[in-house]
């Protein structure tokens, strides 16, 4: 059973775009959801990470809204830019083996110049 | 330093071979992991390291063994493994294993067995 569901599997977003990545859970005793970033060859690398308390968090052009009722958290990159190719992981930790961390199954995000 | 350092970053095996993985973080985390990841795939984790004692182990084939000598360093021992082990082997670390902080990841070991 898939504990974290991603949409959409790729993206293709022109520069300047708005690109929006989608997560839901079902585990409520997830408490803290990072995003990752991946390039290819490279291990994933923290882009930005929100707790349930919270509804929104921002740091420069990368923006997670979360919605606790609805169990969905998504990420939202302003101004998207070609390097921000890469591929995005969601991921929740908590409960049970709170250091496990359940991933989504990817988004791979292509910025067109 | 907020590196997780990994070697080799590539590493091409014979199936009657036996390597090692290794991995060293020197941020004071009392956690560390080993993921398994297939292309286009999301990480999937193998074991699990708290306080140099292993707490998780993902129902992982014996020919892959795990080894924690200090809090910094974390091994991975193959052995006998086979063509479908190939995959970006990563390591990475956090805090602790109560969860609620982030997990700092390395650059992989990028493994091929022929």
């Known amino acids: 059973q898939q504990q974290v569901k991603q949409s959409p599997q790729s993206l293709i977003v022109q520069k300047g775009g708005i690109s929006i990545i989608n997560c839901a859970y079902e585990n409520t005793a997830f408490d803290y959801f990072p995003w990752y970033q991946q390039f290819p060859g490279k291990g994933p690398a923290l882009l930005i990470a929100i707790r349930p308390d919270v509804s929104e968090k921002k740091e420069g052009r990368f923006t997670i809204s979360f919605n606790k009722s609805a169990k969905q958290f998504s990420l939202h990159i302003m101004d998207s830019q070609p390097g921000d190719s890469a591929t995005y992981f969601c991921?929740?930790?908590?409960?049970?083996?709170?250091?496990?961390?359940?991933f989504g199954d990817g988004t791979t995000l292509t910025v067109k110049p | 330093d907020t590196e997780v350092t990994q070697t080799p970053k590539h590493l091409v095996m014979g199936m009657t071979n036996k390597k090692s993985l290794k991995c060293e973080q020197h941020m004071g985390h009392r956690a560390m992991y080993w993921y398994k990841q297939k292309a286009k795939k999301p990480p999937e984790l193998m074991f699990v390291y708290s306080y140099e004692k292993l707490s998780i182990n993902e129902s992982v084939p014996s020919r892959f063994s795990p080894e924690c000598p200090n809090s910094s360093l974390l091994n991975l021992h193959l052995h006998a493994l086979q063509p479908e082990d190939s995959a970006l082997y990563l390591c990475?670390?956090?805090?602790?294993?109560?969860?609620?902080?982030?997990?700092?990841f390395g650059q992989g070991t990028r493994l091929t067995v022929v």
């Open positions: 990475a670390s956090s805090q602790d294993d109560l969860g609620g902080t982030e997990a700092f």
């Open positions: 991921a929740a930790t908590g409960g049970t083996n709170a250091g496990k961390s359940t």
